[in-house]
């Protein structure tokens, strides 16, 4: 199997890292080798996540180079917009449609970008922008967008349904389980264009 290179990207709290050993965790279990780099710096204060997470028949890299990535997975717009660049030409963002205002707009030196969707769809022929925040409070819980957003990016990923299912079982803390595979089954039902 060729290489997947997926990058996740995020603010602090979102779930981002979670979010890439479920992926890490279904792709050992259907006996890929997989690499991954987590870098996050200032995530306990809300700033920038990002999670390279890459798997195959040989991996040597956990790095996801610039223009190489098959799908950007990003949980907050403005982070999807800074690493809109690592896609490949014909690959895939999936967006949550989230505004976190990062320090510079918070302190006031900054404002928060008004076109950032259309700036990215530009950029990115395949976008898919989905309101993951309103669906997880509809769920119940905020703290699952993220297993919303899995259940979009699974779709692309070409692994059974099961599978991902038992790595949210596996990963999760064991009173969540079944509200994040709720969450998850939402996701992978959406119908987005």
Same mark, same amino acid.
């Given at each position: 199997m060729e290489t997947k290179n997926i990058l996740i990207v995020g603010v602090g709290g979102q779930g981002t890292l979670l979010t890439?050993?479920?992926?890490?965790?279904v792709a050992v279990k259907k006996g890929y080798d997989v690499k991954m780099s987590e870098v996050h *710096?200032? !995530?306990?204060?809300?700033?920038?996540?990002?999670?390279?997470?890459?798997?195959?028949? %040989?991996?040597?890299?956990p790095l996801v180079e610039e223009g190489t990535c098959d799908i950007l997975l990003a949980f907050e717009k403005l982070e999807a917009l800074r690493w809109i660049h690592y896609l490949k030409e014909d690959g895939i963002a999936i967006v949550n449609n989230q505004e976190i205002?990062?320090?510079?707009?918070?302190? *006031?030196? !900054?404002q928060y970008p008004?076109?950032?969707?259309?700036?990215?769809?530009?950029?990115? %022929?395949?976008?898919?922008?989905?309101?993951?925040?309103?669906?997880?409070?509809?769920?119940?819980?905020?703290?699952?967008?993220?297993t919303v957003l899995l259940g979009i990016l699974s779709k692309h990923l070409g692994l059974e349904k099961t599978d991902w299912e038992e790595a949210i079982e596996r990963t999760v803390p064991p009173k969540t389980i079944e509200l994040n595979k709720k969450a998850f089954s939402t996701g992978y039902e959406l119908e987005i264009k």
């Amino acid at each position: 199997m060729e290489t997947k290179n997926i990058l996740i990207v995020g603010v602090g709290g979102q779930g981002t890292l979670l979010t890439s050993r479920i992926i890490g965790d279904v792709a050992v279990k259907k006996g890929y080798d997989v690499k991954m780099s987590e870098v996050h *710096g200032m !995530a306990q204060r809300g700033g920038s996540v990002v999670t390279h997470v890459r798997y195959g028949d %040989k991996v040597y890299s956990p790095l996801v180079e610039e223009g190489t990535c098959d799908i950007l997975l990003a949980f907050e717009k403005l982070e999807a917009l800074r690493w809109i660049h690592y896609l490949k030409e014909d690959g895939i963002a999936i967006v949550n449609n989230q505004e976190i205002n990062p320090m510079p707009v918070i302190t *006031g030196a !900054a404002q928060y970008p008004e076109d950032i969707i259309e700036r990215i769809k530009v950029t990115c %022929k395949k976008t898919y922008i989905v309101d993951a925040l309103n669906i997880a409070k509809e769920l119940g819980n905020i703290k699952v967008l993220n297993t919303v957003l899995l259940g979009i990016l699974s779709k692309h990923l070409g692994l059974e349904k099961t599978d991902w299912e038992e790595a949210i079982e596996r990963t999760v803390p064991p009173k969540t389980i079944e509200l994040n595979k709720k969450a998850f089954s939402t996701g992978y039902e959406l119908e987005i264009k």
